[in-house]
């Protein structure tokens, strides 16, 4: 009997150093392998070091390779696949599974699916975002960003909806949501709201546009409602306001603003400042002309100051046409 005692005291002591299962927990701190919880028990990994600290369990080191995660503190390490239910993560590598909730700090993050919690810096290279705050970092794609807040870092790959602070944009497709600030290097804008920051170049498709600066591209539709316009071409839609340094105007409805500079190929022109330019086709109803070359279309009131008049309808009937004076 005072042997078998011994024995188990020692087996005790040394399941406190490498686990009931060698391959398994390579140290317990604080405790023994009996003294750890169900649900890690039930987990399989390789090789861990882990702490109990009161009613806390802190991952150390080591592979997770399946499980329910239901811990606190995860160190370092590397998560092969099973479900973290809550706690912080602060450094590692996940390669896949399911995040449920939580606080990620920092690490890489190769494929999966995550659910929600707090994303606070680290590197994503695939996986679905389905919701919650990332506050920095890089995501990239493929991935799939379903909902959820943005508020900082570099983004590619497909946003479906959510909101974004600020960050850069740099590939990828924006189907819904609100843009309220950062730089978007290129990619395909399908609808949402756009409040301000840079737009380098890429396809816009459809959406509304509050304001910023917009720097090369495609517009397809939609409304825009203020802001600078630099260089690209603009299919369709209504510009409400705003300013037009430089590019192609195929076609749409201008009510306001001032245009610079650049070709107007087609649309209807409701009111503001036109500098200088090109206009071939298109409706003039109101507004100022100070210069440029006007190769046809129909004029019906405004102020013509100076420029060029080549041909077209003049529908003013106060003053003469230009080429008439």
């Excluded at 890489?108 to 606070?120: L, N, P, R």
Aim: charged share 25%; net charge neutral.
């Amino acid at each position: 009997m005072i042997m078998d005692k011994m024995a188990n005291e020692i087996l005790k002591i040394a399941r406190g150093i490498v686990g009931s299962k060698p391959s398994d927990f390579k140290k317990i701190i604080g405790g023994t392998y009996d003294d750890l919880p169900d649900w890690l028990k039930k987990a399989k990994v390789m090789n861990a070091t882990v702490e109990i600290k009161g009613k806390k369990i802190i991952w150390h080191y080591g592979g997770w390779h399946d499980g329910d995660w239901k811990g606190d503190v995860w160190l370092d390490g590397r998560w092969y696949d099973g479900t973290w239910h809550g706690g912080i993560w602060k450094d590692g590598e996940w390669h896949h599974g399911t995040w449920l909730k939580g606080t990620w700090l920092d690490g890489d993050w190769q494929e999966g699916t995550w659910h929600g919690g707090v994303w606070k810096d680290g590197f994503w290279r695939e996986g679905t975002w389905k919701g919650g705050i990332w506050y920095n970092g890089t995501f990239s794609g493929p991935s799939i960003w379903e909902n959820g807040t943005w508020k900082n870092g570099r983004h590619g790959g497909t946003w479906l909806n959510g909101t974004w602070e600020n960050g850069t944009w740099f590939y990828g497709d924006w189907y819904g949501g609100i843009w309220n600030g950062g730089v978007w290097k290129e990619g395909d804008w399908i609808n949402g709201i756009w409040k301000g920051g840079t737009w380098e170049k890429g396809k816009w498709l459809k959406g509304t546009w509050n304001g910023g600066v917009w720097k090369d591209g495609w517009w397809s539709n939609g409304l825009w409602k203020g802001g600078t316009w630099l260089d690209g071409d603009f299919w369709d839609g209504t510009w409400n306001n705003g300013i037009w340094k430089d590019g192609w105007w195929r076609d749409g409805t201008w009510k306001k603003g001032t245009w610079y500079d650049g070709r107007w190929k087609g649309g209807i022109w409701e009111s503001g400042t036109w500098l200088n330019g090109i206009w071939e086709e298109g409706e003039w109803k109101s507004g100022t002309w100070l210069n440029g070359r006007w190769y046809d279309g129909d004029w019906y009131g405004g102020i013509w100051k100076g420029g060029e008049w080549l041909d077209g309808y003049w529908g003013d009937r106060k003053n003469p046409r230009p080429d008439k004076r």
